[in-house]
């Protein structure tokens, strides 16, 4: 039996759809089924070229996409239920963490599996065993005992495929940054990210959700995702004017979190400004090389900031996210 993976043969081209041979599965393995695939943007990032320290000048037989979702095609001997312990067979719907922490290297043992330095996605050269390595494909090899969860039938494949993603990383990354009940947060940026964590900062019960973007139609999204003041980039038009806003909105403290979902490293300046003293900055946007900020790092000591970055996330997150 094949099954197809899309393929990248040029950085903004098309995919090619390739077949490959779909694997046995060993002892504690799982071949998932994909149901679901999201664009995510750093796929994005990667499609049009802008990751190339990472794959390459030229993408060399690129397969890549990481949001998704599916239903278990084969157990591999020994797995039997889910991380929560719930029985698990052939058929079940399933939602699956899609980097790998080791969970006994130094920072593991810590407890910090989203910064495992080990925690790097399999091959992502088209042709490379087990063959069903990302999203893009009809299936996806799930390596042994990993981090899945069955999904209940109200989440549908729709609400599923990016929680394993998006959702999670920005309420590991919300977590990571001490937001809690009763604090003020400022989100940088209503795309994927920024719109998941309005919904995740008032879920954990903020007092206060500022969120500002260029874009009116996202604004209106965050708003129907729970922020409380949305403003617009179109309106306030300098850096200066954004921090009065916050200011003003915060009784002239500033935010307790402030968040960058951008990507673009001149929102992090302002950003840093727009934090109370004691505040912490939560940098999440920035995937792609080359994002340099300059800052004074007397500011940041005479305010007593804490500076916190996230890529990925602990596995507890995709749990609480689903
Ligand atoms: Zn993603
Ligand atoms: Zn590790």
Known sequence: ???????????????????????????????????????????????????????????????????????????????????????????????????????????CLRGELGSCPRKGRPNRVAGTAPYFNNAYGDYYYLRPDHYVFKLPDELSDDIATPANCALSQVLYGLRRAGFGFGQTVVIQGAGGLGLNAVAVARDMGADRIIVFDRLADRLELARAFGADDTLSLADLTTAERRIEAVMDLTGGFGADVVADFVGYPEVVPEGLRMLRSGGCYLEVGSIAPGNVFSYDATALVRNNARLVATSNYSPWALEQSL
Request: aromatic residues 10%; proline residues 6%; charged residues 25%.
């Open 1 to 107: 039996m094949n099954g197809r993976v899309a393929v990248l043969k040029a950085y903004g081209g098309e995919f090619e759809l390739r077949e490959y041979p779909v694997p046995d599965v060993e002892p504690g393995a799982i071949l998932v089924r994909l149901t679901r695939a999201g664009v995510c943007g750093s796929d994005l990032h990667i499609w049009r070229g802008e990751m190339k320290e990472v794959y390459g000048a030229i993408p060399k037989d690129l397969t890549f996409g990481h949001e998704m979702c599916g239903r278990v095609a084969r157990l591999g001997a020994g797995v039997t239920t889910d991380s929560l312990g719930q029985l698990l067979a052939e058929g079940d719907r399933i939602a699956f963490c899609y980097f790998f922490p080791c969970g006994r290297c130094p920072v």
